[in-house]
């Protein structure tokens, strides 16, 4: 199994631009979770979903941000505009029920200047 | 209180010894327990789960303390390759029956000395 893949690895962009991010997870996973990691706020839930839908989307910063699973094997979160504090480590993870043990991708490092 | 709290270290410890931290929690209602570790610019690694009744795997013993609202890892025999920040996971469940994910600890942060 590959695993959780994530894409991109890393993302540098400007203020202002759009940033996708792109996650497939672990075929018959039917959980699928969005964190972000800082140094100063740890790994905090952006947004889970539970067989394609999204069940718990309270830490979703603000209305810049939005999620989507349009099938059981792609995940997608988007950033719109992008502003300098965003930047962060997003990882997507997924498992067999929110309460399992969950696997992690290797992350996106988004840059935002 | 703070919802999942642990100690941040780091923990300088010489290898070979015997290192334990713990991990609070605060929703007596918690019911699933982990602990995560995560390497230096690395993506968390699932370590182990943690049972009512403690479990042991190889050099490592994770403990519940369900009164006191607390875990715990313990690593023997220290090796260099334990360096790492260990996180502590536990579900929260969510006031008025929403369903409820896995909250992360910071970590706490062990170094492994020569």
Redesign the interface.
Known sequence: DAGVIQSPRHEVTEMGQEVTLRCKPISGHN?L?W?RQTMMR??E?LI?F?NNVP??DSGMPEDRFSAKMPNASFSTLKIQPSEPRDSAVY?CASSLG??G???????TRLTVV | RKEVEQDPGPFNVPEGATVAFNCTYSNSASQSFFWYRQDCRKEPKLLMSVYSSGNEDGRFTAQLNRASQYISLLIRDSKLSDSATYLCVVNIPKSGGGADGLTFGKGTHLIIQP
């Open positions: 959980s979770f964190y740890g790994l839930l889970y539970n069940i718990d990882f929110p309460l043990g969950y696997t992690f991708g290797s992350g």
